[in-house]
């Protein structure tokens, strides 16, 4: 996602009367389960923030996505049905589609919609529809939401999208899209500190929500030390880890059974992710266009993520039996998969649309923009490379 600007919290604007209240009740169920238990662990708290049913961010009916909400996703830059991201992400959806001939797609966490739109417009275009494109989605106002759009903007394959409340079981033949997910599961914070590692709790304190570090149980501190093994860490030094996305590639792992998984994110490999200089962490709260990186303010009005440690992403993945099949920047995945035939062939002449198109490949692709940030992992189960996506730049050396 991108924001315009970085933000001094004090400078944010503020919520009307009804988000503030809307924030206030979902923080009083916040706060009674502080009182029960003295304080929660950070993950506890951003789970509760971004998914508590009806109030959390992604729960409950803000805007969200676009100009008129907090950020905007790639797929979200599609000024028409088939986007450039999503056209370019059918094409290596379709060398899958040839290999396995009859395939389904499942998207995670499908946000507005907009992304389902696209792939399914292009899949149609290239004759390469799935059987099946099923969207797995925690948050019900969304998906609510998607169905809208799916009904509104493409009838004619509404029968083919279907929505899951879980995952099956096992069996599933095609490929897993997902974008901006994995930073969307909440993590656990930690710290270096005197006496070894800690983890952070958010408690109250004077009727806010105030961050404290305890000492780490001895499994969590044991999973980190290994991980961190040959990092240069001073105390004080701060970051992430975020298990929920490892869980959820090792549970991809047993529900894939030829395909390939295509993970879409903003992060680096582990060296890069523990960098020395990175003495704060990756966790970034996302308000109006603005960024900022205090989570215990505007409690259910704002998106809260971090960045993915693609290593551990890849661990998980080879731990679990699936091969780590490419990984590369967006910029580099976007071209290899046909970026610059899109523009080739938009027509110049209508000047509006080919600006259009101009300004989202500028975005898309720009190194300050979401270009090289933006990373793309391929995790596959009996499918044969090299995979079209990687074929430019492919990465995996550095993870
Ligand atoms: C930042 S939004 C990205 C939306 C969309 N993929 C896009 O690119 O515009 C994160 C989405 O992931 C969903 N989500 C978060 N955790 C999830 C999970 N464990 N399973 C399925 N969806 C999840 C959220 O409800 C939301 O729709």
Redesign the pocket.
Known sequence: ?ITETEEDISRLPPPDAQAQAHSDILCSHIISRIDDKGSIEFADFMDRA??TPDLGY??AGLR??GKDGD?V????LASEKSGVFASCLAQQIRQIKDQLGSYEVL??????G??ALGLMSALSQLDALPNHYFI????AE?KRRQQRTIARSLPQFADRVSWLGSLPGSGFRGVV?????????PVQRFRVGDKGLELQYVAMEHGQFKAQWQAMDSSTAKVLERRLKGFDMPVGYESEINL?AEA?VRSMASFLKAGLILA?DYGFPRHEFYHPQRSEGTLMCHYRHRAHGDPLVLVGLQ?I?AHIDFTAMAEAADDSGLSVMGYTNQASFLIATGLEEIVAASDARDVQAHLRLTQQVKTLTSPSEMGELFKIIALGRDIEGPLRGFALNDMRGRL
């Open positions: 996602m971004l998914y992604y729960a969200k996505f950020f996703t790639a797929p979200e998207e995670m966490g499908a946000g507005s907009a992304l797995l989605e925690t948050s969304l899209v997902a974008n901006e997910v994995l930073d969307a599961m929920r959820w879409i998106d993520t």
